[in-house]
């Protein structure tokens, strides 16, 4: 079966699996725009097809989406600049998998609220999902090379922070340490 966001997003028309379910799918793919349609076309793709609860239909469909990455991962390029903004061709489709995964699962339930609080705010459904992205990513490195355990609580506080904190990033403002649920500013890590 596929799920219902798949098929509105790509031209079917199914019985959704469950509001719910459809909803979080309905916000956790990057939508095809015209180039990644023409892209996955020539690839001799059929997104309509594939299940995006799937995981690994879920990377297909992330990784058709961005057909630049595709490119620049056969050029063997280790960046590719997207509106002057360095990005890692391998990685960048992972962490759009990670948030995927975060908002299909709903866990934390907190990445698909803060999705959907976003894009009430007017933004962008694919800035959205690299907000998120942008969220996951910091905890891991924090986490990684601060050898700690992830934590809840400073990932729910960056996701509390958003849009802003993304805002002030794009403008290469100094971010401010977001506050913890006490209110109190956690430290920079170093």
Known sequence: MIPATSAARYGLGVTPPGPSLQARLAVALPPLDQRARRSSAEQDWHPELLDAHDPDDRA???????????EAIAQDL??????????????HPIVH???ATQIIDDDPPEAFQTAQRLLALGRDPHEVLHMLGSVASTQIRTALHEQQQLSREDHLVALAALPERWDAQARHEPARPPRTSSGARRPRRR
């Open 97 to 99: 998998e990670m948030v």
């Open 78 to 91: 280790a960046e590719l600049r997207v509106d002057g903004v360095p990005i890692n061709p391998r990685l």
């Open 60 to 70: 297909t469909l992330i990784r058709l989406a961005h057909p630049d990455l595709d």
